[in-house]
T-cell receptor, first 116, second 111 residues
Framework: DAGITQSPRHKVTETGTPVTLRCHQT?????MYWYRQDPGHGLRLIHY???????DKGEVSDGYSVSRSKTEDFLLTLESATSSQTSVYFC???????????????FGEGSWLTVV | QKEVEQNSGPLSVPEGAIASLNCTYS??????FFWYRQYSGKSPELIMSIYSNGDKEDGRFTAQLNKASQYVSLLIRDSQPSDSATYLCAAFKAAGNKLTFGGGTRVLVKP
């Protein structure tokens, strides 16, 4: 158990409404990530954070924003949800790797979002 | 071309046989590689990682890496019905401490 909690776990929302997903971790990990997973596309990185108030874009960041005001919380916001954002969203955490070995990324349980 | 590519499957394997999963990557800057298992409706869980050329064994799993050929594989020995899942290959780059995932290979182990 990597101590990651995502909320809400399931949500149905209407097109054009704002939506915020929350990721909470209890073990003081430096890196936090938001991925989305869709059939045929696998897991794709939306945004990630490498410290409080330090964030950067991933490969599919359009339409999403993030914030990290505390080490333990990483929020993903869809400012105006669209049907193309219907997906499963996974939060993940890790710490800086040592040398070339990298460091393991652990995933939360996922948030299922449906935009109608 | 995707950075990490996998055959989507399904790979059908008789119980007790060896399942062989393949993964290729395009970025030679990738430093290490991870295999995750994902059951339907669940989150990915780590099986093992590898960053040196050659084989690495962990229980019934063996990961193989060939950086010259940009190729990673996972062998599952003595496959069990509980191994039926989607297996995700991922490449790690130190910049951003990020993993890039392939689309996954679905494995079906038939009793």
């Amino acid at each position: 158990d990597a101590g990651i909690t995502q909320s809400p776990r399931h949500k149905v929302t209407e097109t054009g409404t704002p939506v915020t997903l929350r990721c909470h971790q209890t073990e003081n990990h430096r890196y936090m990530y938001w991925y989305r997973q869709d059939p045929g596309h696998g897991l794709r990185l939306i945004h990630y954070s490498y410290g409080v108030k330090d964030t950067d874009k991933g490969e599919v960041s359009d339409g999403y924003s993030v914030s990290r005001s505390k080490t333990e919380d990483f929020l993903l916001t869809l400012e105006s949800a669209t049907s193309s954002q219907t997906s499963v969203y996974f939060c993940a955490i890790s710490d800086p790797g040592s040398g070339s070995s990298g460091n393991t990324i652990y995933f939360g349980e996922g948030s299922w979002l449906t935009v109608v | 071309q995707k950075e990490v590519e996998q055959n989507s499957g399904p790979l059908s394997v008789p119980e007790g046989a060896i399942a062989s999963l393949n993964c290729t990557y395009s970025d030679r800057g990738s430093q290490s590689f991870f295999w995750y298992r994902q059951y339907s409706g669940k989150s990915p869980e780590l099986i093992m990682s590898i960053y040196s050329n050659g084989d690495k064994e962990d229980g019934r799993f063996t990961a193989q890496l060939n950086k010259a050929s940009q190729y990673v594989s996972l062998l599952i020995r003595d496959s069990q019905p509980s191994d039926s899942a989607t297996y995700l290959c991922a490449a790690f780059k130190a910049a951003g401490n990020k993993l890039t995932f392939g689309g996954g290979t679905r494995v079906l182990v038939k009793p």
